[in-house]
C-alpha cells in the first residue's frame, strides 16, 4: 500500500480545528486498508508572525518542496491586515509551486437545504475551474504620493497566455472526463476589462474549438452571479479568472447549503511542485475556538488530495462517508441545522469512512 508524505499547515482561525477532523478521515482509511500517511506540522500563520515578523520562513517553500501535497486550513487573522495574511502564506504557496488550476466543486447533497427555493438534492452540481497564479491577484502595481491629495493607486491585472490557455484547457478536459451536461460557461467582464477580458474570452474561443462536442457560453460576471442565484442548475463546468471565481466559488457554495461544505484543489498540473488541498471557507473569526466549525469541507478537500494521487478507492469512501452522513443527518453541526461539534462530525466522518 503507497505511503504519502503530508505538509499540515492548520494555519489561522478554525483551520486547525477542521484540519485535525481531515487528518482523523486519512487515518481512518489507512486502518482500514487504505494508504498510509506521514504527517508533519508546519506552524505557520498569524501567531507565527507575532512571533516572527513573518507568515512562514524565508525558505518555507523550501522546506515543503519534497512533501506529496500540502493540507492547508485557512489563514486570516482579526488583528493583521487580511492582504499581509493572504500575500505572507498562502499565495506564495500558490504561485510558488505553480499551482495554477484551482478546482472548486459545488454540490447540493441529499439532505441538505438550500437557501434557494424548490431546489432539490443534485439541481447544483457544478465545478469551477479558478486560475489561480495571476490575474487580480498579480501582486503587481505601486502607490505614490501616500496620504496626499496626489495620492496615486495602481492595481494591474496580469493574463498570460500560458497562465488562460491552461486553467480553460483544464475546464474542458475536467468537463470530458465528467461527461454530465458537457458545457463549459466562461465568465470574464470584457465589456470594461478591455485588454486582460478580452484575451481571456480571445483564449476561450480558440480553446473551445479543440472542443466541438462541448457546449460553450461566455458570460459577463455581473449575470454569472444573478444566474449562480436563479437558476444554478443551468452551470457544470464554469471557468474564470483567479478573484471572478473566488466570488462565485463563494456563491456557488452557500447556494449549496453551506460554506462549510466546500473544498478546493489547488493543483499544480505538472506533478513537478506539490499540490495543496483545503476548504473555500477562511478562518471564520466569529466562531474560532467554539469547536463548531464544519469539517466536512477540509474531509472532501481530503477526497480531493486523494483522487490527485490517483487513489480513486480511496477517495470515493471518503465521498461517499461525506454524502452518508449529510443523508443521515445524524451528526451535523449548526451551519446545516444540527448540534454537533467539529470533533463530532469529525469522528462521525472517519466512522463511516471506516465502514466503507
Ligand atoms: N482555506 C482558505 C482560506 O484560508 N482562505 C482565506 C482567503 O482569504 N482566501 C482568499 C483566496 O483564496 O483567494
Redesign the pocket.
Given at each position: 500500500m503507497a505511503e504519502y508524505n503530508l505538509a499540515i499547515i492548520g494555519?489561522d482561525g478554525v483551520?486547525p480545528e477542521v484540519i485535525a477532523e481531515g487528518r482523523k478521515t486519512l487515518e481512518a482509511l489507512s486502518s482500514s486498508g487504505g494508504p498510509t500517511f506521514r504527517f508533519t506540522e508546519f506552524p505557520w500563520g498569524s501567531d507565527y508572525y507575532r512571533e516572527t515578523g513573518r507568515l512562514m520562513p524565508e525558505d518555507g517553500l523550501e522546506l515543503l518542496s519534497g512533501f506529496d501535497a500540502i493540507l492547508?486550513?485557512?489563514?486570516?487573522d482579526p488583528n493583521i491586515p487580511?492582504h499581509i495574511t493572504?500575500h505572507g502564506l498562502?499565495l506564495p504557496m500558490r504561485r510558488g509551486f505553480d499551482q495554477g488550476i484551482c478546482v472548486r466543486p459545488a454540490y447540493l447533497y441529499p439532505g441538505v437545504e438550500s437557501p434557494l427555493a424548490g431546489k432539490k438534492a443534485g439541481d447544483i452540481d457544478m465545478v469551477i475551474f479558478r486560475e489561480n497564479t495571476e490575474g487580480e491577484?498579480a501582486p503587481v502595481g505601486g502607490r505614490l504620493n501616500t496620504g496626499t491629495p496626489h495620492e496615486t493607486v495602481i492595481q494591474s491585472n496580469v493574463f498570460t497566455r500560458r497562465g488562460t490557455e491552461r486553467i480553460i484547457r483544464a475546464a474542458f478536459e475536467h468537463c470530458i472526463r465528467r461527461n454530465k451536461r458537457m458545457k463549459v460557461t466562461s465568465v470574464t467582464k470584457s465589456n470594461a476589462q478591455s485588454f486582460g477580458m478580452v484575451f481571456w474570452d480571445e483564449v476561450f474561443e480558440d480553446v473551445a474549438a479543440d472542443y466541438p462536442q462541448v457546449e460553450t457560453e461566455s458570460l459577463l460576471v455581473d449575470r454569472a452571479c444573478m444566474d449562480f442565484v436563479r437558476w444554478p442548475e443551468d452551470f457544470d463546468v464554469v471557468v474564470a479568472s483567479?478573484l471572478f471565481a473566488?466570488i462565485l466559488s463563494d456563491i456557488a457554495a452557500v447556494v449549496s447549503g453551506s460554506m462549510g461544505l466546500a473544498p478546493?484543489a489547488n493543483i499544480n498540473p505538472d506533478k513537478v511542485h506539490p499540490s495543496l488541498f483545503?476548504?473555500?471557507?477562511?478562518?471564520a473569526f466569529d466562531i474560532m475556538g467554539k469547536g463548531i466549525a464544519n469539517p466536512l469541507a477540509t474531509v472532501s478537500a481530503v477526497a480531493m488530495m486523494l483522487d490527485h494521487f490517483g487513489e480513486a478507492e480511496a477517495a470515493a469512501r471518503v465521498d461517499a462517508a461525506v454524502a452518508r452522513c449529510l443523508e443521515e443527518r445524524r451528526v451535523l453541526t449548526a451551519d446545516l441545522g444540527g448540534n454537533a461539534s467539529t470533533a463530532q462530525m469529525g469522528d462521525e466522518a472517519a466512522r463511516l469512512v471506516r465502514e466503507g
Open positions: 494555519g483551520g492547508f486550513g485557512a489563514v486570516g487580511d493572504l498562502l491577484y483567479n473566488d478546493s483545503e476548504p473555500v471557507h477562511g478562518a
